[in-house]
């Protein structure tokens, strides 16, 4: 008996996780209903799965009364086999035999003849919670092409790996719109893609149909849902680089460090070859940030920013999800950097070609601005945080959870 009860035991675990349902299991439990009669485009990625792997392509061109005609690919492709960056092509789905327009190339927003013979696009991609990140703004680029050609639009809702509580970071700036910063809302937005499209929805207008989750709660970690993680790009293969990304991604336009991009911890650190790792450590541990700690790190990156390099640095560890201030890490480990070695500077004559794109992603030039005088975080972090309970209390009329 001992032994059956050990393994008893041991499964426990495995069954104490909430099972969400994701939007494509709830609009299958309902048979379809909104899509039934209709012409359907999708719009997806390999994150479009059910619970057991199944992808969104083939439920939808499997179930009985949907009619799918067309794919569309964001970055990376529908399918997933298109790096990070490179443009996406119009081509036929090998699988399904369907057409897949591209997203992610000379056409980011949906022209008239893309949906010319759809009568609703469907779309069900999984979201890292970043305004970077450009899945959102994907979909709301197809949201205003759909208002403007009379076509519904139905988002299929997913979980938020950064939780439904977490806001952090400014707006955007006029001058300062682009696909990495498409639509006015936080660096962290704390929402839904559903929950987006909904807010987003007031200034766009086309008719919207979310289906939401069932079980999801706004202070749920992703391995809370009982879900299966697929990489939603390829440098975020688990949910320790989606957590980390907003932590890291900002400085890592500057290409003034490796953040494990092209090591086995990509968004996880921040080093460089002219780093002493257990100096940076100590310092950046001394002050004490709210729920983050650092530990040293040596590596060599295997492709990439300094490949093949002896790279010095830390690791950042989330201690307490709540109190971390994620999107601000970067600027206290540059902060810490200057102190230590300031012959080193981020923004001088060598990277003015990455400036821009770090005022993309910013959303703003005042954050290189005012941070490269004296390269110290509290110049940046009352503008950085000057609107994040403004933007709660506008959103939360539209919370579905």
């Given at each position: 008996m001992k032994p059956i009860l050990?393994?008893?035991?041991?499964?426990?675990?495995?069954?104490?996780?909430?099972?969400?349902?994701?939007?494509?299991?709830v609009l299958r439990d309902g048979g379809f209903g909104c899509l039934k009669g209709k012409r359907v485009g999708l719009v997806t990625n390999p994150t479009g799965v059910d619970k057991n792997l199944k992808s969104t392509v083939d439920i939808l061109f499997e179930a009985e009364g949907v009619n799918l005609v067309a794919l569309y690919g964001p970055e990376h492709g529908v399918r997933g086999d298109i790096p990070a960056g490179e443009k996406v092509e119009n081509q036929k789905d090998a699988k399904t035999g369907l057409p897949v327009y591209s997203l992610y190339g000379k056409t980011r927003k949906p022209t008239p003849e893309m949906l010319q013979n759809v009568d609703v696009?469907?779309?069900?991609?999984?979201?890292?919670?970043?305004?970077?990140?450009?899945f959102i703004s994907t979909l709301g680029l197809l949201m205003q092409a759909a208002a403007e050609q009379n076509k519904e639009v139905v988002v299929l809702d997913r979980p938020n790996p950064l939780g439904g509580n977490k806001v952090e970071g400014s707006g955007v700036s006029e001058?300062?719109?682009?696909?990495?910063?498409?639509?006015?809302?936080?660096?962290?937005?704390g929402l839904t893609c559903g929950e987006l499209a909904k807010y987003l929805n007031q200034e766009i207008?086309?008719?919207?149909?979310?289906?939401?989750?069932?079980?999801?709660?706004?202070?749920?970690?992703?391995e809370d849902t009982g879900l299966p993680?697929?990489?939603?790009?390829?440098?975020?293969?688990?949910?320790?680089?989606?957590?980390?990304?907003?932590?890291?991604?900002?400085?890592?336009?500057?290409?003034?460090?490796?953040?494990?991009v092209g090591y086995t911890l990509p968004f996880q650190v921040m080093a460089a070859t002219w780093v002493n790792a257990v100096?940076?450590?100590?310092?950046?541990?001394?002050?004490?940030?709210?729920?983050?700690?650092?530990?040293?790190?040596?590596?060599?990156?295997?492709?990439?920013?300094?490949?093949?390099?002896?790279?010095?640095?830390?690791?950042?560890?989330?201690?307490?999800y709540d109190k971390a201030r994620l999107s601000e890490i970067q600027f206290?480990?540059?902060?810490?950097?200057?102190?230590?070695?300031?012959?080193?500077?981020?923004?001088?004559?060598?990277?003015?070609?990455?400036?821009?794109?770090?005022?993309?992603?910013?959303?703003?030039?005042?954050?290189?601005?005012?941070?490269?005088?004296?390269?110290?975080?509290d110049d940046i972090l009352s503008y950085w945080r000057n609107n994040e309970q403004e933007f709660k209390e506008k959103t939360a009329p539209f919370y579905l959870y």
């Open positions: 050990t393994y008893l035991l041991f499964l426990i675990p495995l069954f104490a996780f909430a099972q969400v349902k994701p939007g494509i299991e696009l469907v779309y069900d991609i999984q979201d890292i919670g970043c305004r970077s990140y450009t001058g300062y719109f682009s696909f990495v910063s498409q639509f006015d809302i936080p660096y962290i937005y207008g086309c008719q919207l149909t979310v289906i939401p989750m069932q079980g999801w709660e706004r202070s749920m970690k992703f993680w697929v990489p939603t790009s390829p440098q975020i293969p688990c949910t320790a680089a989606a957590l980390l990304y907003p932590a890291t991604g900002i400085i890592g336009e500057m290409g003034f460090l490796n953040i494990g100096q940076l450590t100590d310092a950046l541990n001394a002050k004490n940030l709210p729920g983050i700690a650092f530990r040293p790190i040596v590596f060599k990156p295997l492709f990439g920013s300094l490949k093949g390099q002896n790279v010095q640095g830390v690791q950042i560890f989330i201690t307490d206290h480990v540059i902060d810490v950097m200057h102190q230590l070695y300031p012959t080193y500077t981020l923004f001088s004559a060598e990277t003015e070609k990455r400036n821009g794109m770090f005022d993309k992603v910013c959303g703003t030039n005042y954050i290189r601005q005012q941070f490269g005088k004296n390269y110290q975080a």
